[in-house]
């Protein structure tokens, strides 16, 4: 259940985002992302891309801002969304991209660019320990403005034949910087081993 109480108004949010828009797009993105739960034990990596996919769709729909309307954009630059109203080619201040992380603090980007990051903290629960009939909880909603120079790149794995990973941006000092933005954290979870799990044993 999303509760009032578990969010904090005293985080700074982009313009016009207020904490019932980002309530509505939790509970779509748990209720639309029950039936993907096998691309999470197949691809956990292409779990994470469609749940910020759907956290785009979402404030889309309830917020002020929109997604790209421009395929190109929306699939490979920034930002994912923009403040209805704004420029087409819009200033960071109303840039807001939204990503997802089974992590408690880490954050990836394929681009280092100035902006506001709203940040899905999710959690895969088939068991459904935390909330029954809630196999996918976002526990967590980061809304930090991040500048280029908060980033810090991370050069390709990726080798003929072998796989691996292509260049990223990885969030310098990632802890340190989203302390205190999280917009909505749930109280019935903690932290343990650095793992978000039910606060007592609470279901």
């Known amino acids: 259940m999303v509760r009032p109480e578990d969010f904090d108004s005293r985080v700074e949010l982009p313009r016009g985002l207020t904490t019932s828009a980002i ?18 034990y197949e691809q956990a ?9 759907y956290g785009t ?3 889309d729909a ?14 490979q630059r920034f930002p994912d969304l923009k403040r209805r109203g704004s420029s ?10 939204s990503k997802a992380s089974k992590r408690p603090w880490a954050l ?16 895969v629960d088939t068991g459904e320990m935390v909330e029954p009939g809630k196999p996918v909880i976002i526990w967590r909603v980061d809304v930090a403005f991040l500048t280029a120079t ?14 691996g990973r292509t260049h990223t941006f990885g969030l310098r000092d990632a802890a340190k910087k989203l302390r205190g ?11 343990r081993g650095g793992k978000p799990v039910p606060r007592n044993g609470e279901r």
């Open 150 to 163: 908060d980033w810090k790149y991370e050069g390709s794995t990726a080798k003929n034949g072998l796989g």
């Open 108 to 123: 990836q980007a394929h681009y280092n660019h100035g902006g506001w990051y709203i940040v899905w903290r999710y959690l």
């Open 88 to 97: 087409p080619h819009p200033a960071p201040e109303d840039c807001l991209e």
């Open 45 to 53: 990596n292409v779990f994470s891309a469609v749940v910020g996919i």
């Open 181 to 191: 933005k999280a917009v909505y954290s749930r109280s019935d979870i903690e932290l």
């Open 23 to 40: 309530r509505k797009a939790v509970e779509y993105i748990e209720r639309e992302l029950t039936d993907l739960i096998d691309l999470y």
């Open 57 to 59: 769709k979402a404030l």
């Open 62 to 75: 309830y917020s002020p801002y929109e997604k790209s309307r421009h395929l190109d954009d929306a699939q």
